[in-house]
C-alpha cells in the first residue's frame, strides 16, 4: 500500500493535536527499535532528546489526568503541539519534503487541538476526567504508534 507523499506528516499532527508529546515519544521509540523515517531527523537520534521525548510522552499521558492540568490551547500547549507537530512531520515527511511536512503537521494539529478539547470536554462531563483521559490515551497512542510504524522501515 502506498500513502500518499504528505499523508503521514498530517496524520501525525492529528496526534499532535490532542497528545502534544505523543508524536515525537512515538519517533523516539521507532529509532530505538532501529527504525528509519524518510524525512532527515538527526535532533531525536542524540540519545539525550530521544530519552527525553519518551519521559515528556509518558509524563503528558500522566499528567493529563490531574485535576490541574491546562486546557491544550493555552500558549503553551500549542506551543508544545507546534514543536512536535512539526519535528515529526518533517521526519516523516519524503525526504527533501521536510518543510513542507513540518508546515503540514503543524497546519492538522493547532485547530484540531480546539476540535479534540472539546471532545474531551464532552467526554469529562460524560465519564469523568481519568475515565476520558485513558481511553483519549489509548486511541492517540495506537494512532501514534500505528502512523509512525506504517511510516517508518527497518534500518539497513
Request: aromatic share 4%; glycine share 8%; charged share 20%.
Amino acid at each position: 500500500m502506498k500513502i500518499p507523499k504528505l499523508l503521514s506528516s498530517a496524520l501525525i499532527g492529528a496526534v499532535a493535536s490532542a497528545r502534544s508529546m505523543t508524536p515525537m515519544a512515538t519517533i523516539a521509540t521507532a529509532r530505538l527499535a532501529h527504525r528509519r523515517t524518510s524525512g532527515e531527523l538527526f535532533l531525536l537520534d542524540r540519545p539525550t532528546f530521544k530519552y527525553g521525548a519518551l519521559a515528556m510522552g509518558l509524563g503528558e499521558l500522566a499528567g493529563d489526568k490531574m485535576k490541574t492540568a491546562p486546557d491544550r490551547t493555552v500558549f503553551l500547549g500549542l506551543l508544545a503541539r507546534v514543536m512536535s507537530a512539526g519535528i515529526a512531520g518533517a521526519a516523516l515527511a519524503p525526504r527533501g519534503r521536510e518543510s513542507a511536512g513540518a508546515a503540514v503537521a503543524v497546519a492538522t494539529a493547532v485547530p484540531l487541538a480546539y476540535v479534540t478539547l472539546s471532545a474531551r470536554k464532552q467526554a469529562m462531563a460524560k465519564i469523568g476526567q481519568t475515565r476520558s483521559g485513558l481511553i483519549e490515551d489509548a486511541l492517540i497512542v495506537a494512532a501514534g504508534v500505528a502512523i509512525v510504524a506504517l511510516s517508518t522501515r527497518a534500518q539497513d
